[in-house]
């Protein structure tokens, strides 16, 4: 099985983003790994997280999660002209 082909550049901007809404949250990754642990009753760590923001690997499922837990839902829109 071949490796994705990941975006660096595309990567970096969702980390960024993911970022931004842990902070104005006022949450820490530390925060919100173990609000992962306890809430969605799996293993997470700060380290790991990271990772996944950095590779650009992390699962739609995890964001959705993550937005959930940070209070947030994901809304998509049609892009206007």
């Known amino acids: 099985m071949t490796k994705p082909v990941v975006n660096k550049d595309a990567a970096r901007v969702i980390e960024n983003q993911i970022r931004g809404y842990i902070a104005a949250s006022g949450l820490t990754m530390s925060d919100l790994a173990a ?3 306890e809430k969605c ?3 997470e760590s700060v380290q790991g ?3 996944k923001f950095k ?3 992390i699962k739609y499922v995890e964001v959705l999660e ?3 837990l ?3 839902e ?3 829109k049609k892009a206007g002209k």
């Open 35 to 37: 609000l992962i642990v």
């Open 41 to 43: 009753k799996r293993p």
């Open 49 to 51: 997280l990271s990772q």
């Open 55 to 57: 590779r650009g690997t």
């Open 66 to 68: 993550i937005a959930e």
């Open 70 to 72: 940070l209070g947030y």
């Open 74 to 76: 994901i809304d998509w």
